[in-house]
């Protein structure tokens, strides 16, 4: 299995709901990323996820919440959401973490949010 | 963060042609990556590169890590409609991972 896999493919929610983002990878990968992608700009950093403990968090708002249940999922939990966070949400995954270096960061297809 | 720049930010082709992107930066890589994104999906890992002067190909792709680690280019060789998408470059350096802007292919058949 050499894929990152993310559900939902679409999501749409109310300002009010809570809702979660899954990612899956079964490459025994120790990297995990999540990523927010605007249309027609470079995916920025959210998260990064080495040996499943939170090593980055690019100053995210707190109504994002990341967890990693285990070494094979990521999930992003999500409350009291702005429309300006409608964007296609990416997951990715790599060998080691980014701090080993020279590592090839592999993408799943992403959620596409809609926030009303 | 530090932005990657890419050029052209976008190009119309005709199919056949050949094409041709960079991706420049003040500071030195370790390493540079070039990623494909169709609409709606995630990018897909093109071609990677480790060494400064390493020129790698992947089918009708090739790729440069530029001598000064500054830079690295992008070909591809008589394109098809399929070659339609965004291509982003992204650098690592240390523990800084960076993508670049972006160029927006177009594909005339």
């Known amino acids: 299995d050499t894929e990152v896999t993310q559900t939902p493919k679409h999501l749409v929610m109310g300002m009010t709901n809570k809702k979660s983002l899954k990612c899956e990878q079964h490459?025994?990968?120790?990297?995990m990323y999540w990523y927010k992608q605007k249309a027609k700009k470079p995916p920025e950093l959210m998260f990064v996820?080495?040996?499943?403990?939170?090593?980055i968090n690019e100053s995210v708002p707190s109504r994002f919440s990341p967890e990693c249940p285990n070494s094979s999922l990521l999930n992003l939990h999500l409350h009291a959401l702005q429309p300006e966070d409608s964007a296609l949400y990416l997951c990715?995954?790599?060998?080691?973490?980014?701090?080993?270096?020279?590592?090839?960061?592999?993408f799943g297809p992403g959620t596409r949010l809609t926030v009303l | 963060g530090q932005q990657l720049n890419q050029s052209p930010q976008s190009m119309f082709i005709q199919e056949g042609e050949d094409v041709s992107m960079n991706c420049t930066s003040s500071s030195i890589f370790n390493t540079w990556l070039w990623y494909k994104q169709d609409p709606g999906e995630g990018p897909v890992l093109l071609i990677a590169l480790y060494k400064a002067g390493e020129l790698t190909s992947n089918g009708r792709l090739t790729a440069q890590f530029g001598i000064t680690r500054k830079d690295s280019f992008l070909n591809i060789s008589a394109s098809i409609p399929s070659d339609v998408g965004i291509y982003f470059c992204a650098g690592l350096t240390g523990n800084q991972f960076y993508f670049g802007t972006g160029t927006s292919l177009t594909v005339i058949p």
């Open positions: 490459m025994g990968h120790r990297a």
């Open positions: 990715a995954s790599s060998q080691e973490s980014w701090l080993a270096g020279n590592n090839e960061q592999f």
């Open positions: 996820y080495s040996y499943e403990k939170l090593s």
